[in-house]
């Protein structure tokens, strides 16, 4: 199976750079640095112990932060390299000062590139988040000698059945695991029966937050925004801002000086979802070089990375996305540390056990329709954030496995 998947992806290889040119033109890749997916390096190596972690994107790059921040601080260390796939997550590590820490565009995963990617960086120990399993950089890990982690591991029903399929390619390479630190318990049977060896549940590091991240929100925008009736929808899709732009609509009849603010998940779709909510005869602003906001303004479009806890912080009910489309749902907990109300679709079934956890603490909510969204935040849009006994819980809860997971993975560096 292996010599099968090496033709496959050296066919991929071979058209890849069409792929990345109309990648360019919709600029989800950088134009300085898609050579790195190539093996030609923007970075150096530092002489002595190098960590790598390596993420698919923003998600699972943002919960690996505060674990990043812990382990920087151990003197041994002397580089940390951070990997992922995309663009957006490229600029979250650029937000992190540190002199340690440097990020690459992970390569294509051919057996040469991989090679030469393991040659070069020669890392010490290489972290794996959620369910990235690459087959060629894993076989070559394990013949350099490299431990291979699985961390916050999160395997679903329907990956499950898809690996299942090619049964004993997948017990080899879950065997090349040296670890799986497991983020839910659903996680660790598939774990099992996929053939990975040493497995830990520990929770989901996306309890962990960073201390270092300051909040700073324009002070005027700040005040003409909190002037208004304000909800959230964030890390919204396709087809859910024009969803959010209904239930607007529907909200406008009784409160006329009411403001929707979206971050979408890709904010290069900026352009689409303006276009889309002009077509409800909605007026939008974007929040690039804005001061103020417009009384005219009925959506502020957040189309900048890294302030999405900017707008948490100020603003009490808050839609999450990926859920009303068949996506399994986004990150709620960043919400819930703000004490925020929740509301979000029937498809979440990536994050089931953070939305139990919510659920039990009444602060999430399911909404099927534009209709019941809207009676939801009519019933909410005056009420105060949470209790701080419930964000305490989630802080120390974070802590919690943050440590756990600390302790886990400190042998192996």
Known sequence: MLIIYRILINIIFVISPIIIILRLIKKKESLQRFKEKYCFFSKKRNVGKIIWFHGASVGEIKSVIPLVEKIEKDKKIKQILITSNTLSSSKIIKSIKSKKIIHQFFPIDTNYLTNRFIRYWNPTVAFFIDSEIWPNMFFNLNKAKTPIILINARITKKTFKKWRKLNEFAKTLFGYIDLCLSSNKETINYLKKLGSKKIRYIGNLK??????????????????????????????????EEFCGKVHSLLKAKYRNLLTVIIPRHVDRTNDIIDNLKAQNLKTQSLTNSKVISKETDILIVNEYGKTKHFFSIINNVFLGGSIINHGGQNPLEAARFGCNIYHGPNIQNFNEIYKFLNDQEISKKIITVNSLAKELIRNLSKKSNSKKLINKIYFLGKEILNNTFKELKVYF
Request: aromatic share 6%.
């Open 207 to 240: 309890y962990a937050e960073s201390e270092n991240e300051v909040l700073k929100l324009n002070k005027k925008l700040t005040q003409s925004i909190l002037r208004r009736k304000i909800w959230c929808a964030s890390s919204t899709h396709n087809l859910e």
